[in-house]
């Protein structure tokens, strides 16, 4: 499988986990800050996974956006509906 894929689906996986995660912590501040780490964490782990040397803006391109718009309708939808 491409790089890009495996990037794609492990954000898209991680974006559903840090947003269930986000809506346990019953604090707006604290779930951002948990995306974020979790989002930046990411980065790293997929960099020694597929042992490239590609940059950030690399990740976001390919799987990042969409890790923080998975993160955010998954939180909002657990924060209005539970």
Do not use: C
Request: aromatic share 18%; hydrophobic share 55%.
């Amino acid at each position: 499988m491409q790089n890009e894929k495996k990037s794609i689906i492990t954000y898209l996986i991680f974006g559903i986990l840090a947003g269930t995660v986000s809506y346990y912590l019953n604090s707006s501040l604290m779930s951002l800050s948990v995306a974020i780490v979790v989002l930046v964490g990411l980065h790293y782990v997929l960099n020694k996974v597929m042992k490239s040397k590609e940059k950030f803006q690399w990740f976001m391109s390919n799987g990042g956006w969409l890790y923080i718009f998975v993160w955010f309708i998954i939180w909002t939808i657990m924060y209005n509906v539970m």
